[in-house]
């Protein structure tokens, strides 16, 4: 299994309150994503990054902000949490091997659950 | 932008029953095509992959070809077990440069004894 930790695990929040999720991997790879997940949507991907301080933004990034200040660690912040933000957050990641400089081959952590009340 | 839509799920099997998911996609070039299986309480898995037209990807029983006449890529399995129910994602990953990997809605499988 691909070394990759999320924390907190499970959170619960109020409304307007900052959190914090992070990500930790040990496998060195050089992509790092986060993805939320809920019902009918399927996964969404929020923010992605491609190198330590290189990040973009993914489908839904509105309200979410993310850092990755070194290769083994990606943040991702809500300033203010609302309720709409209530999910199942996974960070992936990739290592950038194969055609096109990426296989598109992920390997997932086991999820953020994030209630926001 | 790059899509993949795939069946409506719940979708409920009898043990040895035959399985197809359904998967079709939109993307401009030639992406690779995935089948992610998510067992409950736990992270995604890659399950099968196929990168060009015409191959075939398969694991654990499961088989999906990469059809690029029908932009098809569905997912089948001869003889489901009990052990199979979970969700089951068909994704994309667009070529070239850095990829964003595109997510169907997930189908959701519960196979009875």
């Known amino acids: 299994d691909a070394g990759i930790t999320q924390s907190p695990r499970h959170k619960v929040t109020e409304t307007g309150t900052p959190v914090t999720l992070r990500c930790h991997q040990t496998?060195?790879?050089?992509?790092m994503y986060w993805y939320r997940q809920d019902p009918g949507h399927g996964l969404r991907l929020i923010h992605y990054s491609y190198g330590v301080k290189d990040t973009d933004k993914g489908e839904v990034s509105d309200g979410y902000s993310v850092s990755r200040s070194k290769t083994e660690d990606f943040l991702l912040t809500l300033e203010s949490a609302t309720s709409s933000q209530t999910s199942v957050y996974f960070c992936a990641i990739s290592d950038g091997r194969g055609r096109g400089g990426n296989t598109g081959e992920l390997f997932f952590g086991e999820g953020s659950r994030l209630t926001v009340l | 932008g790059d899509s993949v839509t795939q069946m409506e799920g719940p979708v409920t099997l009898s043990e040895e029953a035959f399985l197809t998911i359904n998967c079709t996609y939109t993307a401009t070039g030639y992406p690779s095509l995935f089948w992610y299986v998510q067992y409950p309480g736990e992270g995604l898995q890659l399950l099968l992959k196929a990168t060009k037209a015409d191959d075939k990807g398969s694991n654990k029983g499961f088989e999906a070809t990469y059809r690029k006449e029908t932009t098809s890529f569905h997912l089948e399995k001869g003889s489901v077990q009990v052990s199979d129910s979970a969700v089951y994602f068909c994704?994309?990953?667009?070529?070239?440069?850095?990829?964003?990997?595109?997510f169907g809605t997930g189908t959701k499988l519960q196979v009875i004894p």
């Open positions: 994704a994309l990953s667009a070529s070239g440069g850095y990829q964003k990997v595109t």
């Open positions: 496998e060195n790879h050089r992509y």
